[in-house]
C-alpha cells in the first residue's frame, strides 16, 4: 500500500458536534474551493491532527499510530492523491480549516476537519459542496468508509450503514463503517417472485405471512405491500413500494432479523428494484 493512502478508514477527522450551518454575523464564513499544490502541506497536518487528536477518543494510542504513520507520509506523494481525489479545501478568514473529496462514481475517500475548527460547521460545509457536485455529476449516491468518530455526523447528513468493517493497517485491526446516501429523489420499487421448492416452505410461507403484511405495512414510508398467492402453489408474487431509499432500507434491515426472516431465508427471491421518479422517468436498479 502506498504511504499517502489510507481510504479504508479515512473519513475520521470529523466536526464533532455541530452539523448546522453556522450563519452567525460574528462568525467569519466558511468558504470552500478546489485543492492546489499550495495546501499539501496544510492538508497533511490537518490530516495528521485531526487522527491523532480528534479520533484518539474512539481509537487506541496503538490504532491510532498505525492510522496516521507520519513517519511515512511524503508531501510529494500526497499531493499526488489528493489531486487525484478531487479534493477541496474549506478556509475560514483566509485559513486552511479541513478539507474532502468526491470521485467520479461518488465515493468519499477523505473528510478532515483541524481540530481547532471543530463545531464551526466546517464538515457541513464541505459534505453539502461534495454532494452538490455528485448531484451535479448525476451521480445517484456517495459512498464512504466512515471511522467511529465520523459516524454520528454522517447519519446525521443522511448516510446509512451497510456494514461494519475491520480493516488492519500496519498490522493492527481497525473499525469503521461502510455508509452511503442515495441522492435519487423517488419511491423504492420491489416487484418479483418468492419461488419455494417444497411444500414445507410453501407452509411457512403461508403461516408467516400475515404478520408479515401486517407489520411491512405499518411501517413508515410503506406506500404498498403485497404478497399474492399464484396459480403455482409454491410461487409467491411480490410488489413493494417505499416512500424513499431510508425508509426501504429500514425495512430490509427489520426483516432481515424478524420471524418472517429466519422463516424464509432459505427460500428464492426473484426481484427486481428500481427508483420510481415520477411518470416521466424510471431508473432501473
Known amino acids: 500500500m502506498r504511504a499517502w493512502s489510507f481510504s479504508s478508514l479515512s473519513t475520521g477527522g ?3 458536534g455541530q452539523v448546522e450551518l453556522n450563519t452567525s454575523a460574528d462568525t467569519p464564513p466558511i468558504v470552500i474551493r478546489s485543492y492546489g499544490q499550495a495546501d499539501a502541506a496544510e492538508t497533511l497536518a490537518i490530516f495528521l491532527a485531526a487522527v491523532t487528536e480528534t479520533a484518539a477518543a474512539d481509537y487506541s494510542p496503538e490504532q491510532i ?6 513517519e511515512e507520509r511524503e508531501l510529494p506523494a500526497w499531493h499526488t492523491a489528493m489531486q487525484g481525489r478531487n479534493s477541496y479545501v474549506a478556509t475560514v478568514d483566509g485559513a486552511l480549516a479541513g478539507f474532502s473529496d468526491v470521485d467520479d462514481v461518488g465515493y468519499i475517500d477523505m473528510m478532515f476537519v483541524a ?8 464538515a457541513r460545509h464541505l459534505i453539502t459542496h461534495v454532494e452538490a457536485h455528485a448531484r451535479m455529476e448525476r451521480l ?7 471511522s467511529i468518530t465520523a459516524r454520528p455526523f454522517f447519519e446525521r447528513c443522511g448516510f446509512t450503514v451497510e456494514a ?9 485491526r481497525l473499525t469503521n463503517y461502510r455508509m452511503t446516501k442515495s441522492l435519487v429523489v423517488g419511491e423504492v420499487c420491489l416487484s418479483g417472485q418468492l419461488v419455494c421448492r ?21 411501517e413508515a414510508g410503506c406506500r404498498s405491500f403485497n404478497v399474492t398467492e399464484t396459480s403455482n402453489p409454491l410461487v409467491w408474487q411480490v410488489e413493494e413500494r417505499f ?11 427489520r426483516v432481515a432479523g424478524s420471524e418472517w426472516g429466519h422463516a424464509t431465508a432459505g427460500i428464492e427471491r426473484h426481484y427486481r428494484e428500481w427508483i420510481d421518479t415520477g411518470p416521466a422517468r424510471r431508473l432501473a436498479d
Open 115 to 122: 481540530p481547532r475548527h471543530l463545531r464551526r460547521g466546517v
Open 198 to 218: 417444497t411444500r414445507h416452505q410453501a407452509n411457512a410461507v403461508r403461516e408467516h405471512l400475515p404478520l408479515h403484511r401486517a407489520l411491512t405495512r405499518a
Open 140 to 146: 445517484t449516491a456517495l459512498s464512504a468508509d466512515v
Open 243 to 253: 416512500e424513499n431509499a431510508a425508509d426501504f432500507h429500514a425495512h430490509q434491515e
Open 164 to 172: 461494519e468493517q475491520h480493516p488492519v493497517r500496519a498490522g493492527v
Open 14 to 16: 470529523w466536526d464533532a
Open 65 to 70: 499510530h498505525a492510522w496516521a504513520r507520519p
